[in-house]
C-alpha cells in the first residue's frame, strides 16, 4: 500500500492509501481526512492541493509498506 501524508501542527496524518503509486504533483485531497499513520518506508515528496483550499500548493509525503 502506499500512503500520502500531510504534517499540520507537527502531526503527520494519512490523508489517503492506494494500493499502487498514483501520487503526483498538484492532485487535489480532502485533507480534513486523517487517518492513522504508522511509519512507513518513505518514498519521495510531493505538492498537493486541498478541496477545501484549492489554491496553495501543500507539502506531502509519498510513504509505501
Known sequence: MYYLII????MRRCIDMSE???YREGM???CSLGMV???KTFVRDVGIR???NPGPIIP???YCD
Open 60 to 62: 506531502a509525503s509519498v
Open 37 to 39: 499513520f504508522e511509519d
Open 20 to 22: 499502487t503509486d498514483c
Open 28 to 30: 487535489v485531497f480532502d
Open 7 to 10: 504534517e499540520t501542527m507537527d
Open 50 to 52: 486541498c478541496k477545501s
